[in-house]
C-alpha cells in the first residue's frame, strides 16, 4: 500500500467514526406527526378554521389580521378572535356583506344555520 492509499484508508476510518458518534435518533420526525390522530373540528369551529382563519389567523401572513392591525393601530387586537365587542350580529353583518377586501360569504358557502353556530362559537371565544 502506498502513502495515499494509508492516509486515504486512515480519513475513510475517521469519517466513519464521526458518522457513528452523531446518530440520527430514531423518532426524531415523530413530533411533527403528533395530533394528526386529533379529532377533527366541528360546529362553527370548523366553519371558522375552513373560512375564516386564512384571512384571520395569528401572524402578518394573514391578510385579514394585517389589514384589522393597519385599520385600527393597536385599538383592536390584530387577531379577530382576541376582540372583545363582537356581536353575533355583527359577525353575520360582515360575512353576508364582506367589507374592504374582505368577500361576502354566499348561503352556498355557509349556510345559515352554518353561520349561527360560527357566530355563535366567534363569541364565545371572546368569554374564554
Ligand atoms: C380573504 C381574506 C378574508 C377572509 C377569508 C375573511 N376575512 Fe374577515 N376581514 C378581512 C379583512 C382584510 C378585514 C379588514 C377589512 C377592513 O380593512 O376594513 C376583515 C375584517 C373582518 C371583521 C371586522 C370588520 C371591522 O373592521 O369591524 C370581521 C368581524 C370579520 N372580518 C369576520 C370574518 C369572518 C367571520 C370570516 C369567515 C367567515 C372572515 N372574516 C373571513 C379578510 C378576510
Known amino acids: 500500500m502506498n502513502m495515499a492509499g494509508i492516509i486515504l484508508g486512515a480519513l475513510a476510518l475517521i469519517g466513519s467514526a464521526a458518522g457513528a458518534a452523531a446518530p440520527v435518533p430514531k423518532g426524531a420526525a415523530a413530533p411533527a406527526t403528533r395530533g394528526a390522530a386529533a379529532a377533527p373540528l366541528t360546529g362553527g369551529a370548523a366553519t371558522y378554521a375552513k373560512w375564516c382563519a386564512p384571512c384571520h389567523a395569528p401572524g402578518v401572513a394573514h391578510?385579514?389580521?394585517?389589514?384589522?392591525?393597519?385599520?385600527?393601530?393597536?385599538?383592536?387586537?390584530?387577531?379577530?378572535?382576541?376582540?372583545?365587542?363582537?356581536?353575533?350580529?355583527?359577525?353575520?353583518?360582515?360575512?353576508?356583506?364582506?367589507?374592504?377586501?374582505?368577500?361576502?360569504?354566499?348561503?352556498?358557502?355557509i349556510g345559515d344555520k352554518e353561520l349561527d353556530a360560527l357566530a355563535a362559537w366567534m363569541v364565545q371565544q371572546q368569554h374564554k
Open 63 to 109: 391578510p385579514g389580521t394585517n389589514a384589522l392591525a393597519a385599520k385600527y393601530k393597536g385599538e383592536k387586537p390584530a387577531v379577530l378572535l382576541e376582540w372583545r365587542d363582537l356581536t353575533p350580529d355583527y359577525v353575520k353583518y360582515m360575512v353576508r356583506n364582506g367589507i374592504s377586501v374582505m368577500p361576502r360569504f354566499r348561503k352556498t358557502e
